[in-house]
Structures are given as C-alpha cells and as structure tokens.
C-alpha cells in the first residue's frame, strides 16, 4: 500500500522549509528531537509507509512540528476517503484557476485603471474636437477684428508720439530758463 500523496509532498515540503530556515539539516534534527532519521525523512519526502502504524506516523508528525513551530495538521494518508477527496480538490485547481483565485483584487484593480484611462481618453478627445470648432469658428471671425484693431493701434502710437516730443520740448525749454547767478566771494583767478 502506497502512504504517500501529492498533498503529503506538500506538507513534507513546509518540513523542509522550516528545517532549513533553523539553519538544520536532518541528522542535527533528528539528534536534537531523538525522532529516527529515517523517520524525519519520510515525514518530509510525505511517504509514511516506513511507520508500522498511523499511531506512530501520527506522534512523530505532531512532535517534528512542534520542534519546527509549524501549525500543520496531519494529512491523515490512511483513510483513503481523505486521500481520494485531497487528490479531487488538487485535480479541479488547475493553475490558472489558482491564478485568478488568489488574484482576483489585482485584476479587478488593473481593469479599473484601464477603464478610467479610456473614458478620460474619449472625454479629452471630445474637448479637443470642441475646442477646435470654437478655434475654427473664431478665426473666421477674426478679419472683422484685425479692421477694428488697426485704427486704434494707430491712435496710440501717435498718442505716445505726442508725449514723447511734449517731452522733449518741455525739457528744452526748462534748460533755456535756468537763473545762473555768479558768486561774488570768489576770487578773481
């Protein structure tokens, strides 16, 4: 009779993993717990046909893992019931369904996303298109406006022009009018 399932693989697997994480390797683990090394290596290969009875199979899981600090309940490989619904469960989880499984939150996150890209992508391009309607629009208009323009261009230049000879000739002026008066306390050089 065959004492070893994929599921007991898995488990032996987390033995392992927890060994190696003490920095252990199975002669040291097995000296400090005083479980029979063939014993420990049958728990983490998951074939526990060297056990004479589940009892013992039972009792050595319990303390190997106690030793480890793991919290792992025996895969009780005996009762074929167990074995058949394990093996059941295994076969329906294929790998892409596990995917989605654990997945599920981040895909419907990323999708999300997406969405909000494509609706801010049609509602930019349906600003744009209407801004371009009202550019176009107004450059038609915009003749008209250059006439309107031009003429009050032309007032302002000549308004400033204006001010700037004012300027000028108020400035000649000022020098022209200056009262020079000559100081008598200086002497004649």
């Given at each position: 009779?065959?004492?070893?399932?994929?599921?007991?693989?898995?488990?032996?697997?987390?033995?392992?993993?927890?060994?190696?994480?003490?920095?252990?390797?199975?002669?040291?683990?097995?000296?400090?717990?005083?479980?029979?090394?063939?014993?420990?290596?049958?728990?983490?290969?998951?074939?526990?046909?060297?056990?004479?009875?589940r009892?013992?199979?039972?009792?050595?899981?319990?303390?190997?893992?106690?030793?480890?600090?793991?919290?792992?309940?025996?895969?009780?490989?005996?009762?074929?019931?167990?074995?058949?619904?394990?093996?059941?469960?295994?076969?329906?989880?294929?790998?892409?369904?596990?995917?989605?499984?654990k997945?599920?939150?981040?895909?419907?996150?990323?999708?999300?996303?997406?969405?909000?890209?494509?609706?801010?992508?049609?509602?930019?391009?349906?600003?744009?298109?209407?801004?371009?309607?009202?550019?176009?629009?107004?450059?038609?208009?915009?003749?008209?406006?250059?006439?309107?323009?031009?003429?009050?261009?032309?007032?302002?230049?000549?308004?400033?022009?204006?001010?700037?000879?004012?300027?000028?000739?108020?400035?000649?002026?000022?020098?022209?009018?200056?009262?020079?008066?000559?100081?008598?306390?200086?002497p004649?050089?």
């Open positions: 009779m065959s004492l070893k399932s994929a599921h007991t693989g898995k488990v032996g697997r987390a033995f392992i993993n927890a060994r190696n994480r003490c920095s252990l390797s199975p002669e040291e683990a097995a000296s400090l717990t005083l479980i029979n090394i063939e014993y420990i290596k049958a728990i983490e290969s998951g074939d526990y046909s060297i056990f004479p009875a009892i013992f199979a039972v009792q050595y899981f319990e303390k190997y893992a106690k030793f480890l600090d793991l919290e792992i309940d025996f895969f009780d490989i005996y009762n074929a019931e167990v074995v058949a619904e394990a093996d059941l469960k295994s076969n329906s989880d294929t790998p892409i369904r596990l995917f989605s499984k997945n599920i939150f981040y895909i419907i996150f990323i999708c999300s996303i997406i969405l909000t890209f494509i609706i801010i992508f049609f509602q930019n391009n349906q600003i744009a298109e209407a801004l371009d309607g009202t550019l176009q629009e107004s450059l038609i208009n915009t003749p008209n406006l250059k006439i309107d323009v031009e003429p009050s261009l032309e007032n302002d230049i000549n308004l400033l022009h204006g001010e700037i000879n004012n300027f000028f000739i108020q400035d000649k002026l000022d020098s022209i009018q200056l009262d020079v008066t000559v100081d008598s306390l200086e004649d050089v």
